[in-house]
Nanobody, 118 residues
Framework: VQLQASGGGLVQAGGSLRLSCVAS????????IGWYRQAPGKQRLFVAI???????KYEDSVKGRFIISRDNAMNTVYLQMSSLEPEDTAVYYC?????????????WGQGTQVTVSS
């Protein structure tokens, strides 16, 4: 599975951005795709995830501001980000999970920079 993230950019506080993650390869076996972010000097942290059944989960600080969605084939996952805050500034990575014979396999995209100015 290969992942290509895009859609980042520079936006003022209160603005919006939509990130896209396009998956290729064995996409039919993807069980979930999520977004993570990493601010300078900090760990990569969970933001949101969506399963192949459409179940979603969000990190507390983005609930009500971010929406994760997907197309039916799990080929593309979106992260609609609204009411952005300077604290949302980070490199955003998409991650795909596959469960193969009981083993969880992780795949990462290259990241897209989101910068929110105050």
């Amino acid at each position: 599975v290969q992942l290509q993230a895009s859609g980042g950019g520079l936006v003022q506080a209160g603005g919006s951005l939509r990130l896209s993650c396009v998956a290729s390869g064995s996409t039919s076996s993807i069980n979930a795709i999520g977004w993570y972010r990493q601010a300078p000097g900090k760990q990569r942290l969970f933001v949101a995830i969506i399963s192949d059944a459409g179940v979603t989960k969000y990190e507390d600080s983005v609930k009500g501001r971010f929406i994760i969605s997907r197309d039916n084939a799990m080929n593309t996952v979106y992260l609609q980000m609204s009411s952005l805050e300077p604290e949302d500034t980070a490199v955003y990575y998409c991650n795909a999970l596959r469960v193969v014979r009981g083993n969880v396999l992780n795949y990462w995209g290259q990241g897209t920079q989101v910068t929110v100015s105050s």
